[in-house]
């Protein structure tokens, strides 16, 4: 455990000096003529010819972004092209030794990679494993496509199937991988090992660390890949992930045969630029980016320098570093040398460059590099490659025909089929485990220290009318840890990490013993890396693993927001629901600690189409809807109120179960029958609503219905719409910052469907439009259970004899709004 690892402050004060190895730069030089006996005819042709299919595929795409056509074919395309004209050979000698066990990750910019890792791929494998593929593609539709339009053997129409759904893909079309809805930037294969693409500089490093450590955990073959460009190292996503797939614990923590560094090269193609900046000498400062390496471990990451205008010096480097990762001596970083000859994308006219500089570049174009030494070692006549290149783009021709066809290759038609793209946001799958292989767990269930302790506690926080203490009571944060522990012992691929999560519990207890249970493989500590936590969960998932991360405060989602609202909440869909993400996000909604640590951020997520949203509040809650979110294969953001993990059941009869239950995500809660007025609550302000009730009927004789949402994203309005409907007025509540919030969204949804019912508009009650301030001043921030009487005499009716103490009328909303507070 930690604590073993113990920091000897005469070893860290001792005088000395820290070593650095060299790093090599280019070190391999050797040509055609050097390798002859490393590589057979038919080998050194592929290369050619992948080359080759590269470069004419982007000079299609180039072409038609500036001409509009292609061989004399229009097309109008105004989509993304992002181009690696002259980075071929990267592609091609990173993917050589690849098959489909290996799993590579890219960029924007990574046509090149996607083709090369594809072909790589598909020639590994047998006729018969090519047809399966392309049988269960889109239930066939690409490969029909091709059968009906090539007469050739399985290999060939393979190239001929990849290339079109990639074409489809870019084009928008149904018949592309992901029916046209992710594009040029998020192109894949997973058939192939070809992982989504990212549109994001740098996202796909955390993925491809989560999809790494999903395979360590699994003891799956092959390694991972993360591409990305030299500009990516300004990205601190970048910089997290090698760091997490760095950590010490690895080698000095994890269990015997888990131990090791994980299986991911981070391979940088390192064209000088970043977008127009050039990164070495105007927006970095490393010089030489190899040495980044240094900066993460004492292995320095094995990383080098190599000559990307070589492809045997890429196909070396790979060898080399994939047996390293193989090894369990990951991970691994290239800086590959090359060089795109077109600007970043096709709008870009290059002013930051000379023309000096392209044409010293052009003058070094491996592809002519590479048909001149296949010519000079009598692999192939000038004739021949002559020959290759028409063939080649014969190729590209006949299947570009095809994907702009519209009617054989038609785009989606959301006028007839208006479910088209919303059938993918969310999977709505019960997988209780997302593997049948046995759970790896340190001892028996029962024998967990907690889980004893647990059952002398009341599992009902009420005796006799009257709630028992905090301490005889199973509390929330119980049934948060009850919840977690029982899907370890049941699905064999869950993960959870987060910062300070084995020892400590977690930063309110709830995994407080769970390290009793649960091996270090399986729940670890991370470094302070939100993104990496994040980003990583995607990858895991993203690989057929189940994940439970944690964020201390939703606050820091900042730290996480692409890897939350551009990678988690987007990938089901963009990629056609072919990938699930069963990622179960644990945030802390806290209270007490000022504006950076107590603000209320669900309606941030709650904006982002494909995230399912829970806030649950009670014990019961708690563990019924963490338990379906931990069955279910949607990624979840898992809200906790940090001021009521200490709470008991109060609501439900007869407390917590102890065996297992599920709560459907989706589904409000009525937690107090009455007939005069609703209120709708989000989050922690059920407690005030509770209170506000008890003043409402006491003094004003005013029954309260009270409805807890539980959840935010889906919601079924039906339950609450049928109070409103029996009282006529409804207050909605949230301790999030009324601007922007859901609860606006809510009170616009029940306005329309209810406008016949009101007997007055609904009452938006959320916190203040100002930062969180400390403690002291909380109760004039967050709604309080005179809020609930001083809303409803001004916006609704007024009470008898009352005198509100905060002013909610029209005019003082207009003055905030004015203000923009």
């Known amino acids: 455990m930690t604590k073993e690892l113990y920091i000897n402050p005469a070893q860290i004060r001792a005088r000395g000096v820290a070593a650095f190895k060299d790093i090599p730069l280019n070190n391999y030089q050797k040509r055609m003529k050097d390798v002859l006996g490393e590589f057979s005819k038919e080998d050194l042709t592929n290369i050619f010819f992948d080359m080759l299919t590269i470069r004419e595929f982007e000079t299609m795409m180039q072409d038609l972004r500036l001409t509009g056509k292609y061989c004399d074919v229009a097309y109008n395309y105004s989509g993304p092209a992002h181009l690696g004209i002259g980075q071929e050979s990267v592609a091609v000698g990173q993917a050589f030794l690849l098959d489909r066990d290996d799993a590579v990750f890219g960029t924007h910019r990574s046509h090149g990679e996607l083709i090369a890792k594809g072909f790589s791929a598909l020639r590994k494998l047998t006729d018969q494993e090519l047809e399966e593929i392309m049988e269960q593609s889109n239930d066939g539709a690409q490969y029909r496509v091709v059968k009906e339009h090539f007469s050739l053997g399985i290999h060939e129409s393979a190239k001929r199937f990849y290339l079109y759904g990639i074409m489809a893909e870019i084009f928008g079309r149904k018949n592309g991988f992901a029916e046209g809805l992710g ?60 760091n997490f797939a760095s950590m010490d614990q690895y080698h000095t923590l994890w269990e015997e045969g888990y131990k090791g560094g994980l299986p991911v090269l981070f391979n ?43 492809v045997f010096a890429v196909i070396d480097a790979m060898k080399r570093k994939k047996r390293l990762l193989e090894e369990g001596k990951g991970p691994a970083l290239l800086d590959v040398i090359t060089y795109r000859f077109s600007g970043h994308s096709t709008s870009d006219a290059n002013p930051n460059r000379t023309q000096e500089e392209i044409n010293a570049w052009e003058a070094q174009d491996a592809i002519a590099d590479y048909e001149k030494q296949l010519v000079e070692n009598n692999i192939l006549t000038k004739d021949q490659t002559a020959s290759l290149r028409e063939e080649v783009r014969g190729l590209i021709l006949s299947v570009f025909r095809l994907a702009i066809d519209d009617s054989v290759s038609p785009r989606m038609d959301l006028q007839k089929e208006p479910d088209s793209i919303e059938k993918y946001m969310y999977s709505n799958q019960h997988i209780p485990k997302m593997a049948d292989i046995p759970v790896d767990v340190c001892a028996p269930k029962e024998e967990n220290p907690r889980l004893q302790r ?37 699905d064999p691929t869950l993960v959870s990490f987060g910062e300070d999560l084995r020892i400590w519990g977690s930063a309110y207890g709830a995994y407080k013993d769970l390290d009793k249970s649960v091996p270090y493989h399986r729940l670890f500590n991370s470094g302070i890396s939100e993104s990496a936590i994040v980003g990583a969960s995607v990858g895991y998932a993203m690989m057929g ?22 990678q988690l909440a987007k990938w089901q869909a963009m990629t056609a629901g072919q990938v699930k993400m069963p990622v179960v996000l644990r945030m802390g909604v806290g209270a007490k600690y000022g504006a950076q640590h107590s603000q209320d951020w669900s309606s941030i997520c709650a904006h982002v189409p494909g995230l399912k949203i829970v806030f649950p509040v ?29 709470i008991g059941e109060t609501f439900h009869e007869g407390g917590v179960p102890e065996n297992y239950y599920e709560i459907p995500i989706g589904e409000p809660d009525i937690k107090k029958n009455g007939s005069d007025l609703t209120i709708l609550t989000i989050g922690a302000t059920l407690y005030k609503a509770m209170e506000a009730a008890t003043l409402f009927e006491e003094q004003y004789g005013i029954s309260t219905e009270i409805i807890d949402a539980r959840s935010i994203v889906p919601f079924n309005f039906a339950p609450v719409q049928e109070s409103v409907k029996k009282t006529g007025r409804i207050i909605i509540a949230s301790d999030a910052c009324q601007k922007g919030s859901i609860i606006n969204d809510f009170a616009q949804n029940l306005c329309s469907s209810l406008f016949n019912y009101l007997d007055a508009p609904p009452v938006v009650l959320g ?11 909380e109760d004039s921030f967050f709604p309080q259970a005179d809020w609930f009487l001083d809303a409803y005499h001004q916006k609704i009716q007024p009470l008898p004899d009352y005198t509100p103490r905060h002013s909610f009328s029209v005019a003082e909303m207009d003055r905030r709004n004015k203000a923009g507070v």
Request: glycine share 12%.
């Open 454 to 490: 647990l059952q002398k506690k009341s599992r009902d926080g009420m005796k006799n009318g009257r709630e028992l203490p905090s301490s005889a009571v199973l509390q929330l944060r119980d049934a948060i840890f009850e919840s977690a522990l029982d899907k370890f012992y049941e």
């Open 268 to 310: 940088f193609n390192n064209n000088g630029y970043g977008m127009g900046g050039q990164t070495s000498g105007e927006t970095m400062a490393y010089g030489i980016l190899a040495r980044a390496g240094a900066g993460i471990n004492p292995d320095q990451m094995h990383a080098e320098r190599v000559d990307g205008f070589n």
């Open 767 to 777: 916190a203040r439009n100002w930062i969180t301030p400390v403690y002291e001043l």
């Open 545 to 566: 693993g189940r994940a439970l991360p944690e964020l201390m405060y939703c606050d820091f989602l900042g730290r996480a927001g692409d890897e939350v609202l551009n």
């Open 618 to 646: 009670t014990p019961y809650d708690a563990k019924g809807l963490l338990n379906t979110a931990l069955s279910g294969t949607d990624p979840v953001i898992y809200l906790e109120s940090q001021s009521l993990y200490g």
């Open 183 to 242: 594009n040029s930037m998020h192109a894949f294969f997973i058939p192939f090992g070809v992982y989504p693409n990212n549109a994001i500089v740098g996202g796909s490093a955390p993925i491809a660390t989560g999809a790494a450590l999903y395979k360590k955990n699994m003891k799956k073959k092959g390694i991972v890949v993360a591409n990305a460009g030299d500009g990516s190292l300004g990205c601190g996503p970048v910089w997290e992930s090698m």
